[in-house]
C-alpha cells in the first residue's frame, strides 16, 4: 500500500505567514544581515519593507553601513493645524524677507530633551516607552496650550504656559524613565522653561520687520499638538545640510554624485573655507562622500534629513464645545494606516505628503494612479537645441553691405547664395553689420533640417530663439521644413544670445518681434522674455556665460512642462553647450575649452537631449535624424577661363 503524501500547504496559508512575519524578518529572509536590517528600518522609521530595501539597495557603498553608529533621537512637541499653518507661513515669509537665521534650520517645536543615543535594535522600545508615557497622562492633557509672546534684541519667540509645560515634562520624565527600563537608552529631558523659537542669530536691522511678523500671528485660540520622536543620522550632528538642485555625474573618482533632491552634510569649516566653489561632503541618500559643485546645491533645514519615527496627540479636544478637530492629516494616517501605506507617504518632519526619497536612487519616481483613459504612454519630452544656419557675413565678409546697397540704401543681389530680400528695419542697412542675415544656403540648410525632423515623425510644440536675424530667420525655416501648425509661433529672447566676449562691436540693435513679424517670420509678438537686451552684461564672462545660459534653459523647460512635447531652442555655436552642460549634471568649461568645442559646431549642428520622466534630469542623445555636412564651396569667378 502506497505510503500517503503530506499535506500540501495551501497558498492561503503561505500567504498568512508571510503576512505575521515582521519586516525584520522579511528582509533578513531576503539575506540582508540582522544588523543592516535594524539599521535599515531605524533610518526609515519602520515603515515598512520597501522604503527599507530602497534604503539598503541605495546604501550599499556606505562605508559606514557595517559600523555600529546609533541614529540621534529628539521628542519635540510640535504645534499643528491653524496655528501649524501660521508658523510655517511666518517661516517662509521671514526668510523671503529678512534671510535665514538659526531657526530656519528646524521646523517649528518645543524641544523637551536633548539628543540622545538609541541602539537600531532598541528603536521599538523605545517607541513603545513613549506610547506608554502618554497613555499614562492621557487623562490630564490640556485641552490648550497658552502661549505668550517675547522679543529681545536677538531673539523673538512663544513661552508656554505652566500647566501646559508642567504635563510636556512630566510626559518626557515618564518616557526616560520607561527607555531605560525597557533598553537602557539614557535620557535627559530638558528642565529649563519650554518655548518655541520664532527667531534667533538674525541681524539687528531685521529686528522691526520680524517683530511686524510675528506679532501678525493669532496664537490665542484652541489649537492642536502633537508629541513627536524623530531621529536623525548622526554624521549630520553640527554639519551644513544643502539641498541638491541639479544632478552631477562624477568626473573624476573622488567627485561624489549628486541626485536632485537629495541632501549633503558638511563640516562647517568646508562650508566657509572653499576657495573654489568645491566642497566635501556626504550625501543623505547614499552614505557615499566626495568632492561636488556648490552652485548646484542650496543650504537649507538639517531638520529635512530627519526621520519621524511616532506621532501622539499632546493635546485633548473640548467636548460638546464644537470645537473638535480632528487629527492632523500625519496623525490620522499613523493611527489607521498600515506599515506600507505609512511608508509611501511620510517621512518629512513637518507630516506632509512626500514621495519616499530613497526610491529615488535606483528607480524613477512612480507615477500617481489614473484611470484607464488617461494611462496611455507619453512619450518623454526632447530638446533639441541648434546652432543657426549659414550667416551671410561670415560668407561673403563685411563688404557685403558696400557691395550690395547703394547710397539711398537700395539692396541689390550679387551672388545667389546672398538673400533675395533683406527687411527694412531701423538703422538702415548700417544695422546688419551687426545682425546679419543667413544666406539661401542657410535657408535650404534650415529647411533640410526640419524636414529630417518631419521624416523622423519628430513634431515640436514650443520654439524659443535668440534675439538675432540669423537665429530667427533658422527657425523659421526649421518649422516651414517640418510642416508644423500656424499656431506653433517662435519666441524671441536674448537669453539665447551668444557669449558677450564674442560680440566686441556690443551689442546689436536688433529687430523688433512686431518688426520680425511684419516681415512674414513666424513670430510670438505678445511673448515676454525671461532675459531682456538692458539685462545682458557686455562684459560677461564665460562662467556667467554659462549661468545665464543655464537659468534661461530651466525656465524654458518648466514654462512647456504643463503642456508637454518637444522643445526647440535655436541659437548659436555656444548655445548647444550653455544650454546643455549643467542640465546634464556637468560643470561649466573654462574659456579655452569652450571655444575649442564651439570650433567644431557647423551650421544647423543639432544636440538632442531627452527628458527621464518623474526624476528632473536630461540625458544627452543620438539626434534621432541625419546630420547635415555642407562642403566648402568657394566663390567662382568665370574670368579665370580667359587666361
Known amino acids: 500500500m502506497a505510503a500517503r ?38 533610518a526609515t522609521g519602520n515603515k515598512g519593507v520597501q522604503l527599507a530595501s530602497d534604503w539598503l539597495l541605495s546604501h550599499v557603498h556606505d562605508p559606514e553601513l557595517d559600523q555600529r553608529l546609533p541614529r540621534e533621537y529628539v521628542l519635540y512637541a510640535c504645534p499643528a493645524g491653524d496655528i501649524g499653518v501660521q508658523l510655517n507661513d511666518f517661516w517662509d515669509r521671514s526668510l523671503a524677507q529678512c534671510g535665514r537665521n538659526s531657526a530656519h534650520n528646524l521646523f517649528p517645536h518645543v524641544t523637551l530633551c536633548s539628543f540622545f543615543k538609541c541602539e537600531d535594535s532598541n528603536v521599538a522600545h523605545l517607541e513603545h516607552a513613549l506610547q506608554k508615557a502618554v497613555d499614562k497622562y492621557q487623562s490630564y492633557s490640556p485641552e490648550n496650550v497658552l502661549l505668550e509672546y517675547f522679543d529681545s ?26 527607555a531605560d527600563k525597557l533598553s537602557g537608552t539614557k535620557i535627559e529631558p530638558h528642565k529649563k522653561q519650554l518655548h518655541l523659537t520664532l527667531a534667533y542669530q538674525f541681524h539687528s536691522s531685521h529686528f522691526d520687520v520680524l517683530v511686524k511678523l510675528s506679532k501678525e500671528l493669532d496664537f490665542k ?10 531621529s536623525r543620522d548622526p554624521r549630520i550632528a553640527k554639519a551644513e545640510v544643502l539641498r541638491v538642485l541639479y544632478s552631477h555625474t562624477p568626473r573624476s573618482p573622488d567627485e561624489l554624485e549628486l541626485i536632485s533632491d537629495d ?5 562647517s569649516a568646508e562650508y566657509q573655507n572653499s576657495s573654489d566653489g568645491w566642497f566635501e561632503g556626504t550625501s543623505w541618500l547614499t552614505g557615499c562622500s566626495g568632492v561636488f559643485p556648490g552652485n548646484y546645491t542650496e543650504k537649507t533645514a538639517e531638520s529635512d534629513t530627519w526621520t519621524l519615527h511616532r ?6 479636544t473640548k467636548s460638546g464645545s464644537g470645537q473638535n ?8 494616517e499613523l493611527l489607521c494606516g498600515s506599515d506600507e501605506s505609512r511608508g509611501s507617504k511620510y517621512n518629512s518632519p513637518e507630516g506632509l505628503l512626500t514621495e519616499p526619497l530613497y526610491a529615488k536612487v535606483h528607480k524613477q519616481k512612480k507615477p500617481n494612479v489614473v484611470n484607464s483613459s488617461e494611462q496611455t504612454k507619453k512619450e518623454p519630452r526632447k530638446l533639441f537645441i541648434m546652432r543657426h544656419a549659414e550667416r551671410v557675413d561670415i560668407t561673403f565678409g563685411q ?4 557691395y550690395c546697397f547703394d547710397l539711398s540704401g537700395k539692396y541689390t543681389r550679387k551672388n545667389l547664395n546672398m538673400p533675395r530680400t533683406v527687411p527694412q528695419r531701423q538703422g538702415g542697412p548700417k544695422s546688419f553689420n551687426k545682425d546679419s542675415p543667413i544666406t539661401e544656403i542657410g535657408l535650404f540648410q534650415a529647411r533640410l533640417t526640419g524636414e529630417a525632423m518631419r521624416d523622423e515623425g519628430i513634431t515640436v510644440k514650443h520654439v524659443f530663439s535668440s534675439s538675432a536675424l540669423r537665429c530667427v530667420q533658422t527657425a523659421d525655416a526649421i518649422l516651414q521644413g517640418i510642416g508644423a501648425d500656424d499656431s506653433v509661433k517662435i519666441r524671441v529672447d536674448a537669453g539665447l544670445f551668444e557669449w558677450l566676449a564674442w560680440s566686441p562691436l556690443g551689442i546689436p540693435n536688433w529687430m523688433t518681434p512686431s518688426d520680425m513679424a511684419a516681415c512674414g517670420l513666424r513670430v510670438d509678438t505678445e511673448y515676454k522674455p525671461f532675459v531682456t537686451v538692458h539685462q545682458l552684461d557686455p562684459k560677461e564672462k564665460c562662467e556667467q556665460y554659462y549661468k545665464r545660459s543655464h537659468i534661461f534653459t530651466q525656465n524654458v523647460l518648466k514654462l512647456c512642462e504643463k503642456e508637454g512635447g518637444n522643445v526647440l531652442l535655436v541659437g548659436h555655436a555656444g548655445t548647444l553647450d550653455g544650454c546643455s552642460r549643467q542640465l546634464t549634471g556637468l560643470s561649466y568649461r573654462n574659456p579655452t575649452e569652450f571655444t575649442k568645442i564651439v570650433q567644431k559646431i557647423p551650421y544647423c549642428g543639432v544636440v538632442t537631449l531627452e527628458e527621464i520622466q518623474g526624476t528632473g534630469i536630461w540625458d544627452l542623445i543620438q ?18 577661363l580667359r587666361n
Open 153 to 178: 534684541p536677538n531673539y523673538i519667540g512663544l513661552f508656554l504656559d505652566d500647566k501646559s509645560a508642567d504635563f510636556m515634562r512630566q510626559v518626557c520624565q515618564d518616557f526616560a524613565v520607561e
Open 325 to 332: 478637530v480632528s487629527p492632523s492629516p500625519i496623525l490620522a
Open 263 to 267: 541632501y549633503i552634510f558638511m563640516s
Open 399 to 402: 563688404q557685403w553691405l558696400k
Open 623 to 640: 539626434t534621432p535624424f541625419p546630420t547635415l555636412t555642407h562642403g566648402p564651396n568657394p566663390r567662382f569667378d568665370w574670368r579665370i
Open 5 to 42: 503524501l503530506p499535506t500540501r500547504r495551501r497558498s492561503e496559508d503561505a500567504a498568512t505567514i508571510k503576512k505575521n512575519l515582521s519586516s525584520l524578518q522579511i528582509l533578513m529572509n531576503m539575506g540582508f544581515s540582522k544588523h543592516r536590517v535594524e539599521k535599515a528600518l531605524a
Open 311 to 316: 506621532v501622539l496627540p499632546l493635546t485633548r
Open 221 to 230: 485660540g484652541p489649537a492642536r499638538w502633537e508629541f513627536r520622536l524623530y
